[in-house]
């Protein structure tokens, strides 16, 4: 019987912080305490360092199959474990689109022996092309929990309307990317002082704003649950925690450049800063931080979504996306935790917790008879991120050459060490 045991380490979850022992015996912890007498075949020395629940991304971009020269599931799921993540929701915008039971078993399979649990998010309409809806029974008996057309918004209200229906009796969640492409018109940026001072048409806010008024009020109107991605305006903020004041089943996220980064960085027309949606205001980056303090935004995700360096040398015809899956951590910890906006609890919350309650997965804890999917992190440690260093094929990470502090060590995926960067 494999084991490992972790010495004198402060563990932390949404109940739990405290130095102590944590014994693991195959794929789950067998006992917490002081002094554990084992003759474990590992033994970690904690002393300093912080064990905490594992993360989990509800929205990345593995880009397998169909874009594999950007990343393929094994090089994403290396990626999500230098950054402490055991599971992912795998975006179904790829080649094929994951409409089909045969593209999600594909995935699920190549994934099952990486140590991340990788799961499919299929499509709400037909190649994402909003013609007609998927046959989500089907879906869902392949592996999917969860049905998006990311990447793009359902155009067609009723469609979307539909779909939330149909979602409920299928036991799925509907997530969507909020922005309506006749606002967004070919923006490439943020529409404000800086598309104006660099001569490029902006991305009116008024696109993301608009559909997630929408989308919360469809799913209200046969109570739906509604998932709303990567939020990024005050204005979406404040329509999401006025929609939760009123009962409707919303959740929502952000990614760590949203509560850390402005367009003014796209003054250095480098296309690494280019994403969907995009950077916004420090008046946005305020009230993200206000929504996350006060329960309004439930995960943070990465929307980690490679692209190889020629595609991102153009700046202007570029595709939007940025990495994010091996720093989105460390960068949580350096925005919110060190400046005391938030506390560790609520690190574990956003990052481990919630997003895997929102999906109905069970929940990694620091006790006894929990499953092993853990992260060892130095939340201590300074570090400056290199792009060069990174795991994923893509490094357009737009913390490069960022000074970050908190960093993950190892990362335990059902009782197996997966990742241990404690010599690099």
């Known amino acids: 019987m494999s084991q490992i045991l972790i010495r004198n380490i402060r563990a932390v979850d949404t109940e739990t912080d405290k130095v102590t022992d944590v014994l693991i015996k195959e794929s789950?912890?067998?006992?917490?305490?002081?002094?554990?007498?084992?003759?474990?075949?590992?033994?970690?020395?904690?002393?300093?360092?912080?064990?905490?629940?594992?993360?989990?991304?509800?929205?990345?971009?593995?880009?397998?199959?169909?874009?594999?020269?950007?990343?393929?599931?094994?090089?994403?799921?290396?990626?999500?474990?230098?950054?402490?993540?055991?599971?992912?929701?795998a975006m179904p915008n790829t080649k094929p689109p994951c409409d089909n039971p045969e593209t999600i078993r594909?995935?699920?399979?190549?994934?099952?022996?990486?140590?991340?649990?990788?799961?499919?998010?299929?499509?709400?309409?037909?190649?994402?092309?909003?013609?007609?809806?998927?046959?989500?029974?089907?879906?869902?008996?392949?592996?999917?929990?969860?049905?998006?057309?990311?990447?793009?918004?359902?155009?067609?209200?009723?469609?979307?309307?539909?779909?939330?229906?149909?979602?409920?009796?299928?036991?799925?969640?509907?997530?969507?990317?909020?922005?309506?492409?006749?606002?967004?018109?070919?923006g490439i940026i943020n529409k404000g002082k800086t598309s104006e001072k660099l001569g490029v048409k902006g991305m009116d806010r008024a696109s993301e704003d608009y559909i997630t008024a929408r989308e919360m009020i469809l799913a209200s109107s046969v109570d739906a649950r509604i998932h709303i991605c990567h939020v990024s305006t005050e204005g979406s903020a404040a329509m999401i925690r006025f929609a939760k004041s009123r009962g409707v089943k919303v959740t929502c996220e952000t990614a760590p450049h949203y509560f850390m980064l402005t367009d003014k960085l796209l003054e250095k027309r480098d296309a690494d800063y280019r994403m969907n949606p995009p950077l916004r205001t420090p008046g946005d980056v305020s009230a993200i931080i206000e929504a996350i303090k006060d329960g309004t935004i439930d995960c943070i995700i990465t929307d980690h979504a490679p692209h190889a360096a020629e595609e991102k040398a153009d700046f202007e015809k570029a595709p939007n996306g940025v990495v994010g899956l091996e720093t989105s951590l460390a960068a949580t910890l350096t925005a919110l935790y060190h400046t005391g906006e938030i506390d560790l609890h609520r690190v574990v919350e956003l990052m481990c917790v919630n997003p895997r309650k929102i999906l109905g997965l069970d929940i990694p804890a620091i006790k006894v008879g929990s499953t092993a999917d853990l992260l060892i992190a130095d939340i201590n440690k300074k570090w400056t991120v290199d792009p060069g260093k990174l795991h994923s094929k893509s490094h357009n990470t737009v913390f490069k050459g960022m000074k970050l502090t908190g960093k993950p060590l190892v990362t335990i995926s059902k009782g197996r060490i997966r990742f241990d960067g404690r010599n690099e």
Do not use: W
């Not at 990626?79 to 402490?84: C, T």
């Not at 190549?110 to 879906?139: F, Q, R």
């Open 28 to 89: 789950r912890i067998a006992e917490v305490g002081k002094d554990i007498p084992a003759d474990a075949e590992q033994v970690i020395d904690g002393t300093g360092l912080v064990l905490m629940p594992s993360v989990f991304d509800m929205h990345v971009h593995l880009r397998d199959p169909g874009f594999t020269h950007k990343e393929d599931v094994l090089t994403g799921c290396s990626a999500a474990l230098a950054g402490g993540v055991t599971g992912v929701l």
């Open 106 to 186: 594909y995935i699920i399979d190549k994934a099952k022996d990486t140590g991340v649990d990788v799961y499919p998010v299929g499509c709400i309409t037909g190649g994402m092309s909003g013609n007609g809806l998927c046959d989500y029974e089907a879906l869902r008996a392949a592996g999917c929990i969860c049905i998006s057309d990311d990447g793009r918004p359902v155009e067609n209200a009723e469609m979307m309307r539909r779909a939330l229906e149909l979602s409920k009796e299928n036991g799925l969640l509907v997530a969507s990317h909020c922005e309506d492409l006749s606002i967004i018109n070919g």
